[in-house]
């Protein structure tokens, strides 16, 4: 096929994107080319098959693909049961594409897909001229032939023809354009009368026996962790530094050699509270994770020692030191920390912070200005720095040794002892912790929860700088933690239920007084919102949708049904005004409506021929388990 193709082209330049291409057309179609008849069933659709060795390969490119176009995907998500899933949702697609051509009569000559081909730029060389030499390295780089790409590009011309035929159904006026233009971008103002929890706290108390009886009911969300102990040999330059020896000569020959670069940073000392949190946890756990946060910033403020909160409260591996970071530059923490450690005072304490690890506090205990540092006052920092370099010359024998002994059965404290190293045990710690207390891997951590109780792992564990050799010293169940240590956070937050619940009985009685026009004594509460979109987010009271939704949807200027639940407190609201979407903007932006909804239409309309395909075809998967 296409031997016009592949007999008049000349040499060319490989471009990285080829490889990007090479992958859609099997990520879409397979490799039809490969002749899998006599290869295991993976699916069936209608009468057509796709073989178990088709959708390995589809798997396998689309892979490939992916990890060269975004290296930070990972193996397991390679694996997931998504990605299998969606791979073979592609195959289906395409055979079912293709049989709706083959109905409608629908082809493609060799002519027109050679020309196709040819006008992809990638297969181009300097000249802006089609190459043949470079077509067959860059198939060849894919372990594809010739027949086998286009025959798949084939495919994929033909199933594109049918999706734009499909697409052409679609067309969006103006008129509709600008109706959706509109919608997006009118805004509204509201009234609103505000009942805020706090307003109500000082009219609440809990009782020893409601707190004993929540933590009773509640018991699974003071758990806990399973825990563990581990003792452990480091490898790496920075540990290892210690045990090496630096003359005052080398210190004072590096100082001179390096003397211009020796300036102190701006500094801060800090201790910090941390309640560990991730961004794909559950929303009640978000939730409960601020509500934390809250009550241990409270208590701070309120003068309580900072050191003393963080034993009890923190979650993160300083919490049994006070929580304390000691001096740290700009550059050493995350972004988000960073910036509110250096933006507090001396003596201050942060509003909580989140990062990447959670919700933080950080206290500010003094604070360093940038100055030019003399010899006695990096005489240490040298010595570390030439320690270090001493040390990374030895870390691969030491650890050759300790793995010759560990295998000869020899415990991690008696390898350190013949090393002249000090094996550590750690603190208990649960999994989570552990690639941020040792500079490891998620899945390395797994790997050391599931060390038996008195075992050593076998292998080395990559960490930050070198490695480690792990023995598990104890297994620590999971467990509630004592009522004594949450009592305070169980108080808080039943304090704060209650004063929400008369935060709402105070907002309905205010509605219901607004509705029978008494409005004495509430005309100065009334206040005006500025205007806002339909994302929900109302100035001044926060994302609330279900407010923003109602107020939309208003038909006129009376007080709303019922009232709406914002995180500033509980809100009685009625439309103010609204306030339509420009037309200068719109006449600037016309082109651009019309064309992104035409393509939203579009994909509208070919997800729904492709639902009614589907629905119609008769599709069977014959080995799920590959898929998981």
């Known amino acids: 096929m296409l031997e016009a193709m592949r007999e008049n082209a000349s040499g060319w330049i490989i471009k990285i994107l080829f490889a990007v291409i090479i992958v859609v057309f099997v990520f879409a179609f397979g490799m039809s080319g490969l002749d899998t008849g006599n290869d295991p069933v993976m699916a069936t659709v209608n009468d057509?098959?796709?073989?178990?060795a088709e959708f390995e390969d589809a798997f396998q490119r689309a892979a490939e693909g992916l990890r060269k176009s975004n290296p930070n995907v990972t193996s397991a998500q390679l694996q997931s049961p998504q990605f299998k899933q969606m791979?073979?949702?592609?195959?289906?697609?395409?055979?079912?594409?293709?049989?709706?051509?083959?109905?409608?009569?629908?082809?493609?000559?060799?002519?027109?897909?050679?020309?196709?081909?040819?006008?992809?730029?990638?297969?181009?060389?300097?000249?802006?001229?089609?190459?043949?030499?470079?077509?067959?390295?860059?198939?060849?780089?894919?372990?594809m032939t010739p027949a086998q790409f286009e025959a798949n590009f084939k495919n994929e011309y033909i199933s594109g023809k049918v999706q734009d035929m499909i697409r052409a159904t679609s067309q969006v006026t103006p008129a509709q354009a600008r109706q959706i233009y509109d919608w997006v971008n009118e805004k509204i103002t509201i009234d609103y009368i505000l009942s805020s929890p706090a307003q109500f706290l000082a009219q609440t108390e809990v009782t020893e026996d409601e707190v004993k009886k929540f933590y009773n009911e509640n018991e699974d969300k003071f758990m806990v962790p399973e825990q563990v102990q581990?003792?452990?040999?480091?490898?790496?330059?920075?540990?290892?530094?210690?045990?090496?020896?630096?003359?005052?000569e080398e210190i004072a020959d590096y100082f001179a050699a390096h003397k211009d670069s020796m300036v102190q940073?701006?500094?801060?000392?800090?201790?910090?509270?941390?309640?560990?949190?991730?961004?794909?946890?559950?929303?009640?756990?978000?939730?409960?994770?601020?509500?934390?946060?809250?009550?241990?910033?409270?208590?701070?403020?309120?003068?309580?020692?900072?050191?003393?909160?963080?034993?009890?409260?923190?979650?993160?591996?300083?919490?049994?030191?006070?929580?304390?970071?000691?001096?740290?530059a700009r550059g050493a923490m995350v972004p988000e920390f960073e910036e509110a450690a250096f933006a507090t005072p001396k003596g201050g304490i942060s509003e909580p912070v989140k990062t990447q690890f959670g919700w933080h506090i950080i206290q500010v205990e003094d604070k360093k200005e940038a100055q030019v540092k003399t010899l006695d006052e990096v005489k240490e920092d040298i010595r570390q720095i030439l320690a270090e370099e001493k040390a990374s010359e030895k870390v691969t024998d030491l650890l050759d040794q300790a793995m010759d002994r560990m295998v000869s059965g020899m415990k991690l404290d008696a390898i350190g002892d013949e090393l002249g190293m000090l094996a550590v045990t750690s603190r208990p710690m649960p999994e989570k912790f552990l690639p941020q207390a040792f500079g490891m891997t998620p899945e390395a951590a797994k790997v050391i929860m599931a060390?038996?109780?008195?075992?050593?792992?076998?292998?080395?564990?990559?960490?930050?700088?070198?490695?480690?050799?792990?023995?598990?010293?104890?297994?620590?169940?999971?467990?509630?933690?004592?009522?004594?240590?949450?009592?305070?956070?169980?108080?808080?937050?039943?304090?704060?239920?209650?004063?929400?619940?008369?935060?709402?009985?105070?907002?309905?009685?205010?509605?219901?007084?607004?509705?029978?026009?008494?409005?004495?004594?509430?005309?100065?509460?009334?206040?005006?919102?500025?205007?806002?979109?339909?994302?929900?987010?109302?100035?001044?009271?926060?994302?609330?949708p279900d407010l923003a939704n109602a107020a939309f949807g208003a038909k006129d200027n009376n007080w709303l049904a019922?009232?709406?639940?914002?995180?500033?407190?509980?809100?009685?609201?009625?439309?103010?005004?609204?306030?339509?979407?420009?037309?200068?903007?719109?006449?600037?932006?016309?082109?651009?409506?019309?064309?992104?909804?035409?393509?939203?239409?579009?994909?509208?309309?070919?997800?729904?021929?492709?639902?009614?395909?589907?629905e119609k075809a008769s599709i069977e998967i014959t080995r799920p388990d590959l898929l998981n």
């Open 87 to 143: 791979i073979l949702g592609e195959l289906i697609n395409s055979r079912l594409l293709l049989g709706e051509a083959a109905k409608l009569g629908i082809s493609a000559s060799d002519e027109e897909v050679f020309a196709a081909i040819t006008r992809l730029s990638v297969f181009w060389n300097q000249q802006g001229q089609f190459d043949r030499n470079l077509y067959q390295q860059a198939l060849r780089g894919v372990r």
């Open 451 to 544: 060390i038996p109780e008195g075992e050593a792992h076998q292998t080395p564990i990559a960490v930050d700088g070198g490695y480690m050799l792990v023995e598990k010293a104890k297994d620590i169940p999971a467990a509630p933690m004592p009522l004594e240590q949450v009592e305070v956070l169980i108080t808080n937050n039943l304090k704060q239920e209650k004063a929400t619940v008369l935060a709402q009985k105070a907002a309905e009685d205010i509605l219901a007084k607004l509705k029978a026009g008494e409005t004495d004594g509430l005309e100065a509460r009334i206040k005006a919102s500025d205007p806002f979109a339909r994302n929900g987010n109302v100035p001044d009271l926060g994302q609330s």
């Open 230 to 248: 581990v003792r452990y040999l480091t490898f790496t330059p920075k540990d290892l530094a210690t045990y090496q020896k630096v003359s005052d």
């Open 48 to 52: 057509q098959v796709i073989t178990r």
């Open 562 to 614: 019922e009232p709406f639940v914002t995180p500033a407190g509980i809100v009685v609201a009625r439309l103010g005004k609204r306030i339509p979407a420009s037309n200068a903007v719109w006449e600037q932006q016309k082109q651009a409506w019309i064309a992104q909804a035409s393509r939203n239409y579009e994909n509208e309309t070919l997800n729904g021929f492709m639902t009614g395909l589907r």
């Open 265 to 328: 940073q701006e500094q801060v000392k800090a201790r910090h509270i941390l309640i560990m949190v991730k961004d794909s946890d559950t929303e009640t756990e978000q939730k409960d994770a601020k509500a934390k946060i809250d009550n241990i910033y409270a208590l701070a403020k309120s003068g309580k020692d900072f050191a003393a909160l963080a034993k009890k409260y923190s979650e993160g591996p300083s919490a049994p030191n006070g929580g304390e970071l000691g001096w740290f």
